[in-house]
């Protein structure tokens, strides 16, 4: 192959001599190594699906993780990949339940003249249609909020998203309709709804439900148990034509999340006559506490007083309701004692805090429900779930050697989520910026994130960042030859004009 210095040589001898010559055109050998992705499609849940902003939405389909891929994929061969399009311009979001209104996705908008910084706001949205085309060619077949023991059972056709592509709703599978298309090569990305709607309903579900998957509730917590046998059904189901390969991701920890972290758990603070109200308002309710510590000094209840603001506004604890709490009385000895505490260090409260209440005494005066907080109790037990997961993942995929491969996401995505996690003070726990190929990634809600609005999914260049990981995965175990993804050709989160 002649160099590029060997060319420019080359050149100005052509020029130098008056000879014509006419140059070949220099083509990368781009290709798909030890794999076939002409077949190719990809599997999964929202993280796949092209979710994001809180909703299923054409743009945001059309910058799935499955969707760049296939652009990659058809420099190696891959000629038809097709997703059940949603055909709406903000989609359906039901992370927002309201009875009266459909909302759709959020956008970042000025919604008056004075506004110096962009607000979060929801936009008007549409219940999904029946998808009108046909999936018979190899695609995305990602459904929102699928678990593990979803894929081979025919009820999930209720699941809004599945059933509007359902080859035969009430009686297909997803497994069975992904494999009528008999793919070549899959991305598989399970798992991160099998701990995640436990999570986002501050873990209210059963942590440790049967493993039998009719009785694991809608917000429960999948286990490792069931994990294992669902994800050995589904890997055996994909990988028992031995001539099919596959890429499967690991799942990031729950606190690496915007929805997680972007409230610090002592981010309200009380000015002026607030605070006197405040603490006037537990003044019985110390009373309460105190005689029953006295009495019970093995099973004692925390009491709820709040920092002295002084000259400056100080971050306080929200007052939480938590039903874990030791049974007391206040001091006529028949009156329960409610069973709020304030939030500790490293308890996480979620995104879906009504921030604009909290003004109005929520979190001082009014205590903020269990559904909204996640204890470091809850934490825990998410975080070794996930981790027995992922270990799953690692057992599993063992056992096709040259077949399947995982892709490691968790600690890359962590880096990312430490960039966007701030104390109540506004303080980064790091200056550092992360940076890829030069393009800024960060962890926070920014136009420079990687995360989408709703704080759980990533954005098209969340998408495009992990696609390159999947890709780096495929060149370093198939021996592929495929170009990384330019980030800059996909957005953060924008504002809407």
Known sequence: MISRINIGFLTIFLLL???????????????????NVANYVGIGDNFSAGFMDGALFTDGQQN????????????AGLTNFSQPDISSMNGFNPLVPDATKTYGRWVYAF??????????ILTNGETPLPFSGELNAPGNFAVPFARCFDFDKPEFSNNLYYKRFASNPGNSTLIGDILATNPSFFTLWIGIYDYMVFAINGGTGNPNPPSDPSQVGTIDLTPADLFNTELQTILSILLENHDRKGLIAELPMVDDFPFFYT?????????????GVARASYKSFNEAVA????????????????NDNGGTPYPQPLVVVDNTLADAFYTDGVTPLPKYRQLQEGELLLLSLPVEKVEYGLGSIIPVEDTLYLSLDQIEVIKTRISAFNAIIEQEAAKYPNQLFVVHLTELIHQIAETGKYDAWGRPPSTEIYQYNGVPLSGDLGLNSIFSLDGLQFNQRGNAFIANRFLQTMNDQFSSNLPEINLNAFVGNTVQR
């Open 64 to 75: 799935s993780l499955p969707a760049i891929m296939a652009v990659e994929f058809e420099l």
């Open 17 to 35: 001599s008056g000879c014509e010559y006419e140059f070949p055109e220099i083509i990368e050998d781009y290709n798909s190594g030890s794999t």
């Open 263 to 275: 409230l610090p758990y002592n981010f309200m603070t009380l000015i002026g006559s607030a605070l």
């Open 291 to 306: 005689l029953h510590n006295s009495k019970n000094p093995d099973d004692k209840r925390p009491y709820i007083d709040f």
């Open 111 to 120: 919604t008056n003249e004075d506004q110096t910084e962009p607000e979060r």
